[in-house]
C-alpha cells in the first residue's frame, strides 16, 4: 500500500493534474488505507483472544509446518463460553449448597455475634463481588456470584427466623419475608444489574429482577393463607397478584422480565379466575354471587387490558376472547342466583349478546374480534344445550310406528315422548333458540359469513317452531297444526328468484350495493334502454336459486316426515296429513327450482296414503298393492308428459319405488305376486314406447317373464321348458330384429343367450330322466336347430344345437354302451389304449422325420 501511495505521488509530481482529479485520487487511496486498517485490527484482535486461551497440558505446542500441510485436528466436542457457564454453573451450586449445610448443621457452634458476622460478610461479599466483576468484562461470573448472592439472602431469612422469631407464624413470616426479598432484589437488580456506563463487555445482571418477580408472587397469596382468609379472599389475592404480573409484562423492557412475569400472570390468573368461576357457579344467594362477579370482572379488566397492549393481533384476539367470556360468567352467575333455574342458560346468553354492543364502538380491532368470538362462543353453548330437546321433538314421533292408530295423545309433550324423555329445565329452550336466530340475522351483516349467518337464523328459527308446541304442552290437534304450518312456511320460504325483465322503453338501474361494499355494477349511458337478453329457440330461462332455498327444502322435508310420523297416533290424522302433504308437495312442484325434490315426495306420500286407505278399508296387503299401483301408472303418465323435464328422472324414480313396493306387498301370495308383476310389466312396456325410454322395454320383459315363472309355480309346475320356453322365443325374436337392423351382429350375440336358456335346462332336466318322451323331443329341437344353423350358416346354431344333439344321443345309448363294455374281455380295452398310444406315436415320429428332410434340402440351396 505504501508504495502505491509512492507510486500515484510521483506520478502526480510529473505530471500535475487538475485539482479536482487529485482529490479524487487521494480520497481513494485513503479509503484503501482505512480498509486496510479495519481488516489488521481485527485479526488483532483474534489473535489476543486464541492466546489468552490456555493450551491443555497434555496438548504440547503446535510446531509450525514451514510451509508443509499441518495434520488434521479433531473439532472440539463443546465451545468455551458452554464450557464456562457450566463450571460457574456448578460452583454456584456446591456453594449455596455448602452454605445450606452450613446454616442448618454447623449454626448451633458459633455464638450469635458470630452467626452474624458470618452470614453478614458472606452475604455482602457475594452481592458486592458482581460489581467489579461487571466492570472487568466478566459477566457470566458476575451472574453467578449474583446468583449465590440471592440464594444467601434467603438463608439470612431462614436464619432469622430460627433465631430470632422462633415463635412467629410461619406463614406471616414467609410473606413477609418473601415481599422483602423481592424489593431488596428488586433494588439491588436495579441498582447493580444496570450499570450506569455499559459497555461491549459490560452488559448487567439478568438474575435479580426476573428473581424479584418470581418472589413477589408469593406475599399475598400467603398472607390471605395465614389469616385464614375465606375462598373469595383467596381469589383476590390471587387476582391482584396477576395485575402485578400483567403490569410488568407490559411494562418492563427486558424479555426475561416479561416472559417470568408473564408466566406468573396466565398461572395466578387462571388459577383466581377459576376460583371465582367456581364461588359464582355455587353461589347460594346474589350476595355470595355479586361478590363472585366483581372477582370475575377484575380477571376481565385484567385480560383486557393484556389484550390492549399485546404486542401481536392474534394474541390480543385470544385474550381478548378469554375476558369476554369471564365478563360472561361473572354477570351471568348475577343472573342465575336470582332468577328459577329453568333461565340459567338464557341468563348467560342475554349477557353474551351484551357484548355485541361493545364490538360496535371505537376499541381496536384485536379487541372487538376477541369480543365477538366470546359472544359466539357463549351463543353457541346456549344452542348446544338447546339441542337435546329439538332432537326429542324431531325424533320423538318415531316411536309411533309401533303404536300405529293406538289413539291420539292429549297433548304435544305426549305425542314426542313415546319413547324419550323429556329433558329437565328445558322450558326456556325456544327463547334461546329464538334469541340466536334474531342475533344471527340482525349482527352479521356486510361480510362474507352474511349468507352462513342467515342459514343458521333460519335453521334456528325453524327449531323454535318445532319445539314450542310441546314446551306449552298444546294440545294434540296442534302441534300437528303447526308443524304442518311451518311446512308450508319452509316451502313458501324456498322461493327462487326470477330475472326481473324490464318493460320496453325503460332504463335498466344498476342494484344499490349494500353498505360496506365497494364492488359498484356499471351504470348505463343516459337515454340507452338495456333490454335482457333474449333467449335462443327452444331454451328455457333457469331460475336464480338463492343459496338459502337447500336448506329451506331440506327443513321442510324433515318437518314433514315428523309431522307423517306423528299423525300415526290416530287413523284419521293420518289420512288427513298424508292428503295434505301430498297436495302441497305437488303444489310446490311446480314452482321453478322444487320440482326435483317435491314432484317425488309428493309421490312419497301419495303411496303412503294409498296403503294407508288400504288398511283403513281393512284390505290385505296384497290387495293393498293393487292400490299402490296406482303411483307408478300416474309418475309414468306425468313422466310422458313432462318429456324432458329435470322433473321426469325424479318422479320415475318415485314411481318405480312405489312399484317395487307394490311388488313387497304381494311376496306372501304368488297368485297376486304375479298378476301384480304382470301390471308392472305393461306399465314399464308402456313406458319403452318412448323414444327415449327404449331400453325399459328389457325391464317390462324381465317382468313379463317373472310373471311367467311365479304363475307356473303357483300353478306347481315343474317342467324346466314351461320356464325357459317363455324367455327364449322372445330372446331368438329380438335378436332375428336385431341381426336384421345390424349385419355385424354374430350368431353367438343374436341367438347365443336364446338358445341356452333352454337348451342347458332341458338337457340337464333329460340326462336324470329316467322316461323315453323328453330326451326325443330335446334331440328332435336340437336337430331343428342344426339344420337351420347349416341352412342359414350359423355358427351358434349349428354348434349348440349339434353338441345338444350328440350328447343326448349318447345319453340313450350309454345303456347299450355299458352292455357291450361288459361282454368284452378285459384286455380288450388296455389293448385299445396301447394301440392308440403306438399309432401317436407313430405320426409324432414322421412328423420328425419331415422336417429334418426339410432342413436339409434348404440347407443345399445357395
Known amino acids: 500500500m505504501p508504495g502505491d501511495v509512492t507510486g500515484t505521488t510521483l506520478r502526480g509530481m510529473t505530471h500535475i493534474p487538475p485539482p479536482a482529479e487529485e482529490l479524487r485520487l487521494l480520497d481513494a487511496e485513503l479509503r484503501q488505507l482505512d480498509a486496510r486498517r479495519a481488516l489488521l485490527l481485527t485479526r488483532r484482535a483474534w489473535l489476543i483472544a486464541s492466546l489468552q486461551q490456555p493450551a491443555a497440558p497434555h496438548e504440547p505446542q503446535a510446531a509450525p509446518t514451514h510451509g508443509l500441510q499441518a495434520a488434521p485436528t479433531r473439532q472440539p466436542e463443546t465451545t468455551a463460553p458452554s464450557v464456562q457457564n457450566v463450571l460457574l454453573l456448578l460452583g454456584g451450586i456446591l456453594l449455596t449448597v455448602a452454605a445450606v449445610v452450613f446454616t442448618v448443621v454447623s449454626w448451633g457452634h458459633l455464638g450469635i455475634a458470630g452467626r452474624a458476622l458470618v452470614l453478614g460478610a458472606v452475604t455482602l461479599a457475594a452481592l458486592g463481588a458482581p460489581v467489579p466483576l461487571l466492570r472487568r468484562g466478566l459477566s457470566s461470573t458476575a451472574e453467578s456470584v449474583a446468583g449465590i448472592g440471592l440464594a444467601l439472602t434467603v438463608l439470612d431469612v431462614y436464619a432469622l427466623h430460627e433465631v430470632a422469631l422462633p415463635d412467629t407464624d410461619g406463614l406471616g413470616y414467609a410473606a413477609t419475608a418473601s415481599a422483602v426479598l423481592a424489593a431488596v432484589w428488586a433494588a439491588y437488580g436495579l441498582a447493580v444489574g444496570a450499570p450506569s456506563r ?116 392474534d394474541i390480543a384476539a385470544g385474550i381478548a376472547t378469554a375476558g369476554g367470556l369471564i365478563t360472561v360468567a361473572g354477570l351471568g352467575g348475577v343472573l342465575r342466583s336470582s332468577l328459577p333455574d329453568d333461565w340459567t342458560v338464557p341468563g348467560y346468553l342475554v349477557c353474551g349478546v351484551a357484548l355485541l354492543a361493545v364490538v360496535r364502538t371505537g376499541l381496536p380491532e384485536p379487541l372487538r374480534r376477541g369480543l365477538a368470538g366470546a359472544s359466539g362462543s357463549v351463543q353457541a353453548v346456549a344452542v348446544v344445550w338447546a339441542l337435546p330437546l329439538v332432537a326429542v321433538a324431531l325424533l320423538g314421533p318415531l316411536g309411533w310406528v309401533e303404536r300405529i292408530w293406538s289413539g291420539a295423545p292429549a297433548t304435544a309433550r305426549d305425542a314426542v315422548t313415546t319413547d324419550l324423555s323429556w329433558p329437565t329445565n328445558a322450558a326456556t329452550a325456544p327463547l334461546v333458540l329464538a334469541l340466536v336466530a334474531a342475533v344471527l340475522a340482525v349482527a352479521v351483516r356486510g361480510t362474507h359469513w352474511r349468507q352462513h349467518a342467515l342459514t343458521g337464523a333460519l335453521t334456528l328459527t325453524w327449531a323454535t317452531a318445532l319445539v314450542l308446541p310441546a314446551t306449552l304442552e298444546l294440545p294434540y290437534p296442534a302441534v300437528l297444526l303447526a308443524q304442518g304450518l311451518t311446512t308450508v312456511a319452509a316451502l313458501a320460504y324456498a322461493r327462487p328468484t326470477q330475472p326481473r325483465t324490464p318493460e320496453p322503453g325503460t332504463t335498466t338501474q344498476p342494484p344499490t350495493p349494500e353498505p360496506n361494499t365497494t364492488t359498484q355494477p356499471p351504470t348505463p349511458e343516459p337515454g340507452t334502454t338495456t333490454r335482457p337478453p333474449t333467449p335462443e329457440p327452444g331454451t328455457t330461462t333457469r ?144 313406458t319403452a314406447v318412448r323414444q327415449d325410454r327404449r331400453s325399459v322395454g328389457y325391464a317390462a320383459a324381465a317382468l313379463f317373464v317373472l310373471a311367467t315363472w311365479v304363475r307356473l309355480a303357483a300353478w306347481e ?34 341367438y347365443g343367450p336364446g338358445l341356452s336358456v333352454t337348451l342347458v335346462p332341458s338337457f340337464l332336466a333329460a340326462w336324470g330322466d329316467a322316461h323315453w318322451l323328453r330326451p326325443l323331443l330335446l334331440g328332435a329341437a336340437a336337430l331343428l336347430i342344426t339344420l337351420l344353423g347349416a341352412r342359414h350358416r350359423l355358427r351358434a346354431p349349428l354348434v349348440m344345437g349339434g353338441t345338444v344333439l350328440t350328447l343326448d344321443a349318447l345319453h340313450e345309448l350309454a345303456p347299450y354302451i355299458v352292455q357291450v363294455v361288459d361282454a368284452l374281455p378285459r384286455w380288450v380295452p388296455p389293448a385299445l389304449a396301447g394301440l392308440l398310444l403306438l399309432t401317436l406315436g407313430a405320426t409324432y415320429e414322421q412328423r420328425i422325420r419331415d422336417a429334418r428332410r426339410v432342413r436339409e434340402v434348404l440347407g443345399k440351396m445357395d
Do not use: N
Open 198 to 313: 455499559p459497555t461491549a463487555t459490560s452488559t448487567g445482571l439478568r438474575l435479580p429482577l426476573p428473581a424479584a418477580v418470581t418472589a413477589a408472587q408469593l406475599p399475598l397469596v400467603l398472607w390471605a393463607a395465614a389469616a385464614d382468609a375465606d375462598a373469595h379472599t383467596l381469589a383476590a389475592a390471587l387476582l391482584a397478584t396477576a395485575t402485578f404480573d400483567t403490569a410488568v409484562a407490559l411494562l418492563s423492557p427486558a424479555t426475561s422480565v416479561r416472559l417470568v412475569a408473564a408466566t406468573g400472570a396466565y398461572g395466578m390468573g387462571g388459577w383466581g379466575t377459576f376460583a371465582a368461576g367456581w364461588l359464582s357457579w355455587t353461589a347460594s344467594g346474589p350476595s355470595a354471587a355479586a361478590r363472585a362477579a366483581a372477582l370475575l370482572l377484575l380477571a376481565a379488566a385484567i385480560a383486557l387490558a393484556a389484550a390492549w397492549r399485546a404486542p401481536k393481533p
Open 717 to 750: 309346475v315343474g317342467s324346466p321348458e314351461a320356464y325357459t320356453l317363455p324367455v327364449t322365443v322372445p330372446a331368438l325374436l329380438v335378436g332375428a330384429v336385431r341381426r336384421r337392423k345390424d349385419t355385424e351382429v354374430s350368431s353367438w350375440t343374436a
Open 543 to 686: 331460475p336464480l336459486i338463492p343459496a338459502l332455498v337447500i336448506p329451506a327444502l331440506g327443513l321442510a322435508l324433515l318437518t314433514s316426515l315428523s309431522l307423517a310420523f306423528l299423525s300415526l297416533a290416530s287413523e284419521g290424522a293420518t289420512l288427513i296429513v298424508l292428503a295434505a302433504l301430498a297436495a302441497l308437495f305437488g303444489a310446490a312442484a311446480w314452482r321453478p327450482g322444487l320440482g326435483p325434490v317435491a314432484a317425488p315426495t309428493s309421490l312419497v306420500y301419495v303411496t303412503a296414503l294409498a296403503c294407508a286407505a288400504g288398511a283403513s278399508f281393512g284390505w290385505q296387503p296384497q290387495h293393498t298393492a293393487l292400490l299402490v299401483l296406482v303411483v307408478p301408472v300416474g309418475a309414468a303418465l306425468l313422466a310422458a308428459r313432462l318429456g324432458s323435464s329435470s322433473l321426469t328422472v325424479p318422479v320415475e324414480v318415485a314411481g318405480a319405488a312405489a312399484g317395487l313396493l307394490a311388488i313387497g306387498l304381494t311376496v306372501a301370495d304368488p297368485s297376486m305376486l304375479a298378476l301384480v308383476l304382470a301390471l308392472c310389466g305393461v306399465i314399464a312396456a308402456g
